[in-house]
């Protein structure tokens, strides 16, 4: 007979996130922006200035047995940007949590998860139908997810792996490191420590990118440099740049493979990846952009992958790109999808279709968000990881690289075994 488990106690707590918040739309439309300086005003609904700091809600389920599961209600830094849900503010929605959502946790089974995480990423009656912020749903999914690991005394790898029949990983995913463009130091942290790609390296503002994209080209040219000059003959990362449109601002569409073949030759001999060259105003308007330039470059045999990530943010979005044959590789931005089984829903249809995938997210999450997505990246062994949280690289790569490796090493001397009705037990191997 199944044995229904429940939360004793939740509690919803206020903390910081792991980077913070810009009105993506303000910084476009400045002709003069500083980082963290609001000369211009804001445009985006829900922003109070351009660059504001990044807040969470914790979410701590008290199981029957006394451990604590915890996830993280956080969004992205660009948030209310191409079709994403508006700036997440902790202070407006935690009486909502404490009135309406806590009452219905209470009853769920802990049990298993899949079906709880699809309970809490439906609309709600009691909201008039109306579906929970991202970042709620993302952060309650995340609670759900490693209090059923806690109730069966394994991994949140091992309950993905179970409900989804997925096989774990037997080594660590490939890291993309997150870095400032400006911190050298940081670059060459990253090629000591061999990251498998690198330097993601934000390129937000026209001017980031220089007059004819001078700027950048010599930035990549540069990067390549490095590694050669740094790294073993035996390292070869792959290449990554976040561009958010900035690419599509500065040329227009018939002169952008141009330019992308001089980023794969400034690059040389490593294979590149841009993500978002373009962002354009609608999500239709953006596959066909993305299918064109990803058509124009296969014929000319430019060497550039193409990542997807504005306009691309739920499971529906994905595969809309897929479809379309619009991408190379598609970012499943984890709080942008909400509960967490999307994310998994995602990276498992991506390697259906053969559609390369990053499981992604944002600077501005948490060490607890970063956590649940290694375990699921375990599960579901996309291409790829984004290192978060934060834009440091050493600490986001060392948070991932260590939540896998420890699992890894949980695992190894044990052999799985998924039973039906969410039972799971183990046996020596």
Not at 210 to 236: C, F, H, K, N, W
Not at 256 to 262: E, N, Q, S, T
Not at 392 to 401: K, N
């Given at each position: 007979?199944?044995?229904?488990?429940?939360?004793?106690?939740?509690?919803?707590?206020?903390?910081?996130?792991?980077y913070?918040?810009?009105?993506?739309?303000?910084?476009?439309?400045?002709?003069?922006?500083?980082?963290?300086?609001?000369?211009?005003?804001?445009?985006?609904?829900?922003?109070?200035s351009?660059?504001?700091?990044?807040?969470?809600?914790?979410?701590?389920?008290?199981?029957?047995?006394?451990?604590?599961?915890?996830?993280?209600?956080?969004?992205?830094?660009?948030?209310?940007?191409?079709?994403?849900?508006?700036?997440?503010?902790?202070?407006?929605?935690?009486?909502?949590?404490?009135?309406?959502?806590?009452?219905?946790?209470?009853e769920?089974?802990?049990?298993?998860?899949?079906?709880?995480?699809?309970?809490i990423?439906e609309?709600?009656?009691?909201?008039?139908?109306?579906?929970l912020?991202?970042?709620?749903?993302?952060?309650?999914?995340q609670a759900?997810?490693?209090?059923?690991?806690?109730?069966?005394?394994?991994t949140?790898?091992?309950?993905?792996?179970?409900?989804?029949?997925?096989?774990?990983?037997?080594?660590?995913?490939?890291?993309?490191?997150?870095?400032?463009?400006?911190?050298?130091?940081?670059?060459?942290?990253?090629?000591?420590?061999?990251?498998?790609?690198l330097p993601?390296?934000?390129?937000?503002?026209v001017?980031?990118?220089?007059?004819?994209g001078?700027?950048?080209?010599e930035?990549?040219?540069y990067?390549?440099?490095r590694?050669?000059?740094?790294?073993?003959?035996?390292?070869?990362?792959?290449?990554?740049?976040?561009?958010?449109?900035?690419?599509?601002?500065?040329?227009?569409?018939?002169?952008?493979?141009?330019?992308?073949?001089?980023?794969?030759?400034?690059?040389?001999?490593?294979?590149?990846?841009?993500?978002?060259?373009?962002?354009?105003?609608?999500?239709?308007?953006?596959?066909?952009?993305?299918?064109?330039?990803?058509k124009?470059l296969?014929?000319?045999?430019?060497?550039?992958?193409?990542?997807?990530?504005?306009?691309?943010?739920?499971?529906?979005?994905?595969?809309?790109?897929?479809?379309?044959?619009a991408?190379?590789f598609?970012?499943?931005?984890?709080?942008?999808?909400?509960g967490?089984?999307?994310?998994?829903d995602?990276?498992?249809?991506?390697?259906?279709?053969?559609?390369?995938?990053?499981?992604g997210?944002?600077?501005?999450?948490?060490?607890i968000?970063?956590?649940?997505?290694?375990?699921?990246?375990?599960?579901?062994?996309?291409?790829?990881?984004?290192?978060?949280?934060?834009?440091?690289?050493?600490?986001?790569?060392?948070?991932?690289?260590?939540?896998?490796?420890?699992?890894?090493?949980?695992?190894?001397?044990?052999?799985?075994?998924?039973?039906?009705?969410?039972?799971?037990?183990?046996?020596?191997?």
């Amino acid at each position: 007979m199944h044995l229904k488990i429940q939360p004793t106690e939740i509690r919803f707590v206020r903390g910081l996130s792991g980077y913070f918040h810009k009105d993506l739309q303000a910084v476009k439309q400045s002709p003069s922006y500083d980082p963290l300086v609001d000369n211009v005003s804001p445009v985006t609904a829900g922003f109070k200035s351009v660059v504001q700091a990044g807040e969470v809600i914790s979410v701590l389920l008290r199981l029957p047995n006394g451990a604590v599961a915890i996830g993280e209600c956080v969004d992205v830094i660009f948030s209310g940007a191409a079709s994403r849900d508006p700036l997440f503010e902790p202070s407006e929605y935690l009486p909502l949590l404490n009135e309406i959502i806590k009452p219905k946790l209470l009853e769920f089974d802990v049990s298993t998860f899949r079906v709880n995480s699809i309970t809490i990423d439906e609309p709600w009656p009691e909201l008039g139908n109306k579906r929970l912020h991202t970042a709620i749903r993302y952060g309650l999914s995340q609670a759900l997810l490693s209090a059923t690991a806690l109730v069966h005394h394994c991994t949140m790898a091992e309950v993905v792996c179970q409900e989804w029949n997925t096989s774990i990983s037997d080594m660590p995913i490939d890291i993309l490191a997150s870095c400032h463009r400006n911190d050298h130091l940081q670059l060459d942290r990253m090629i000591m420590k061999q990251v498998a790609l690198l330097p993601h390296a934000s390129f937000v503002h026209v001017n980031d990118i220089g007059p004819r994209g001078e700027t950048m080209l010599e930035y990549v040219a540069y990067v390549s440099r490095r590694i050669r000059e740094r790294g073993d003959a035996e390292y070869q990362p792959r290449l990554h740049f976040d561009v958010y449109g900035t690419i599509g601002d500065a040329f227009t569409d018939a002169e952008i493979p141009d330019f992308l073949a001089r980023v794969e030759r400034a690059a040389q001999p490593y294979e590149v990846l841009i993500e978002s060259p373009i962002v354009a105003a609608s999500r239709d308007s953006q596959i066909l952009s993305m299918k064109q330039l990803k058509k124009s470059l296969a014929s000319r045999r430019i060497n550039v992958k193409i990542v997807a990530d504005e306009w691309c943010n739920t499971l529906d979005d994905i595969k809309m790109f897929a479809e379309a044959n619009a991408v190379d590789f598609v970012q499943v931005k984890t709080p942008d999808l909400g509960g967490l089984h999307n994310s998994i829903d995602a990276v498992m249809y991506c390697l259906k279709q053969n559609i390369g995938c990053c499981l992604g997210g944002s600077a501005n999450e948490t060490d607890i968000s970063a956590r649940a997505t290694a375990q699921v990246a375990l599960a579901t062994q996309p291409q790829f990881l984004l290192s978060k949280p934060g834009i440091g690289a050493d600490e986001g790569v060392m948070i991932l690289t260590n939540e896998m490796t420890r699992t890894l090493a949980l695992l190894v001397n044990y052999k799985f075994i998924p039973q039906f009705q969410g039972s799971f037990e183990y046996i020596r191997g």
